[in-house]
């Protein structure tokens, strides 16, 4: 196991399941990948001290755990600019699609870059076993893949093998927050916070929250009938 992989709790897979890269690159997104992500990414050695990373020291700290196209990421980042947002996604075509909508054609290598917004483009359960102990305010998991088939459930983020390592991260009284519209995934929520010493649950929503930015995979979800449902947990 190398240093910026650290071992996961017994029971989690260590290795990511899922597709990395979708349809073929353009030359413009293979050019987001090469010049423009590695001015936003936070290095494995960077995750020790994140703050210092970003250049806000004192800042809250918020993880976004696979953050899709980025519509999320980007309207909870403009609207918290004194947040040091760690935003995490593997799937390429995510990667440039939120990358796209920082920087102008032609300026990858040049443009302006938010101070606020550091990527992780790794397994984002391998940067919980960097951050610091009691480092982070906020974990947001929206829509994530639910893998809906029993015998993947130990691919799911949310898994009880998982929940010491994010309580480990999280500070006491910082939220959780979990957004589904898989019954499969909703029972699974259900269950594994059932019975466990780390989190309490504050809310749950059949509507979206105020603050909460919306995203592709909700309105999908909503179009498709599907009723979904939002959590915070808090660390105790």
Same mark, same amino acid.
């Given at each position: 196991m190398t240093a910026d992989r650290p071992p996961l709790a017994e029971?989690?897979?260590?290795?990511?399941?899922?597709?990395?890269?979708?349809?073929?690159?353009?030359?413009?997104?293979?050019?987001? &990948?090469? +010049?423009? &992500?590695?001015?936003?990414? &936070?290095?494995?050695?960077?995750a020790?001290?994140? #703050?210092?990373?970003?250049?806000?020291?004192?800042?809250?700290?918020?993880?976004e755990?696979?953050?899709?196209?980025?519509?999320?990421?980007?309207?909870?980042?403009? +609207?918290?600019?004194?947040?040091?947002?760690?935003? !995490?996604?593997?799937?390429?075509?995510? &990667?440039? !699609?939120? #990358?796209?909508?920082?920087?102008?054609?032609?300026?990858?290598?040049?443009?302006?870059?938010?101070?606020?917004?550091?990527?992780?483009?790794?397994? +984002?359960?391998? #940067?919980l076993g960097l951050l610091p102990e009691a480092g982070l305010d906020r974990l947001m998991l929206m829509f994530p893949d639910p893998w809906p088939k029993s015998r993947h459930a130990k691919r799911r983020f949310v898994h009880p093998e998982l929940l010491p390592l994010v309580a480990r991260v999280l500070r006491p009284g910082g939220e959780w927050r979990i957004a589904s519209d898989d019954p499969t995934y909703q029972a699974w929520v259900a269950e594994v916070f059932a019975d466990q010493a780390f989190f309490t649950l504050a809310e749950r929503h059949l509507?979206?929250?105020?603050g909460t930015p919306g995203t592709r995979y909700e309105a999908k979800a909503v179009r498709a009938g599907r009723q979904p449902i939002w959590w915070v947990f808090t660390r105790r």
């Open positions: 029971g989690v897979p260590d290795r990511l399941y899922g597709r990395q890269r979708g349809h073929k690159l353009r030359p413009r997104q293979q050019l987001l &990948l090469d +010049a423009t &992500l590695p001015r936003l990414r &936070l290095t494995p050695g960077q020790a001290d994140p #703050l210092a990373a970003f250049g806000m020291p004192g800042a809250r700290l918020w993880l755990v696979g953050f899709g196209g980025g519509e999320h990421a980007l309207e909870q980042h403009r +609207a918290h600019p004194d947040v040091a947002y760690i935003a !995490s996604e593997v799937f390429e075509n995510g &990667l440039c !699609s939120l #990358l796209t909508r920082l920087v102008p054609d032609g300026e990858e290598a040049t443009a302006p870059l938010p101070r606020g917004l550091k990527l992780w483009p790794q397994d +984002a359960r391998h #940067l509507v979206r929250p105020a």
